[in-house]
């Protein structure tokens, strides 16, 4: 089982059941949820390869 991690609220999503997806820099992100995918592809610079760090979380999709 892969599980991914949704870089905009940092939740767990698992690859294989995850329909909420977006490509970038050819590397896939996951969502839980619709509002977060939303919320990368606006701005996916600030946050491809910041999984780390959670300053700036602006996840308005109630996952927290
Ligand atoms: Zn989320």
């Given at each position: 089982m892969n599980m991914a991690k949704?870089?905009?609220?940092?939740m767990n999503v698992n690859e294989k059941t995850a329909k909420i997806k977006s490509e970038y820099m050819g590397k896939t992100y996951y969502f839980c949820n619709q509002a977060c995918k939303t919320t990368f592809d606006k701005n996916p610079m600030r946050y491809a390869g910041e999984q780390e760090k959670h300053s700036g979380h602006s996840c308005d999709c109630g996952c927290r």
């Open positions: 949704d870089p905009i609220c940092g």
